[in-house]
């Protein structure tokens, strides 16, 4: 089945590296998605990997991937009170002449000064 | 900003009220999403339309009746609602099914 799951909760201080774990079961996926929501906002792309790469940097943000294992990981570095947030990872699925994104339950991420 | 409006932003109505959610998006887009956002539980796909056409109906109750005029345009029209369905109400657009998906900021609703 399709089915994405992350940790509920995870405590850092500012200026400590973040990792926010994520697993999927669909092997097909062809993109995984970090989005970032914010106290009373929506949802925000934050980045994203192609399923055929092992990792991806953009500026504080790392992301991992490893598809033996359908395991996906963000590292935020230097963490910030600002990025206390939660994060959800998702993955996309086709299907035939369709898709969609299945997102995690999403982590909240709490960073203490 | 991500190029998709939500309005209101705000909703308070009681389980007899009508009223409708409305999104928009402003980035050409072919794919749209309604999701509901309940506090402690996860996110929850509602409707997809794509190519004004809705392809996803995930079991939603039919208080909630979905309508797509264009590829812009998504309402979610609200009728006999009950307390349960007090959430954050997110409305996301794609360029194709399967992409990225662009959030609006989200309606929050309140039934008393």
């Known amino acids: 089945g399709e089915d994405v799951e992350q940790s509920l909760f995870l405590s850092v201080r500012e200026g400590d590296s973040s990792v926010i774990n994520c697993t999927y079961t669909?092997?097909?996926?062809?993109?995984l998605y970090w989005y970032k929501q914010e106290p009373g906002a929506g949802l925000q792309l934050l980045t994203y990997?192609?399923?055929?790469?092992d990792m991806k940097q953009d500026q504080r943000l790392t992301v991992l991937l490893n598809k033996k294992d359908k395991h996906l990981s963000l590292r935020i570095a230097d963490t910030q009170t600002g990025d206390s947030a939660i994060y959800f990872c998702a993955e996309s699925i086709n299907s035939g002449n369709t898709g969609k994104l299945i997102f995690g339950q999403g982590t909240t991420l709490q960073v203490k000064p | 900003e991500t190029g998709v409006t939500q309005t209101p932003r705000h909703l308070v109505m009681g389980m007899t009220n009508k009223k409708s959610l409305k999104c928009e998006q402003h980035?050409?887009?072919?794919?749209m999403y309604w999701y509901k956002q309940s506090a402690k539980k996860p996110l929850e796909l509602m409707f997809v339309y794509s190519l004004e056409e809705r392809v996803e109906n995930n079991s939603v109750p039919s208080r909630f009746s979905p309508e797509c005029p264009n590829s812009s345009h998504l309402f979610l029209h609200l009728h006999t609602l009950q307390p349960e369905d007090s959430a954050l109400y997110l409305c996301a657009s794609s360029q194709e099914l399967a992409f990225e998906q662009f959030f609006g900021p989200g309606t929050r609703l309140t039934v008393l």
């Open positions: 980035l050409g887009h072919n794919a």
């Open positions: 669909d092997s097909s996926s062809t993109y």
């Open positions: 990997i192609f399923s055929n790469m």
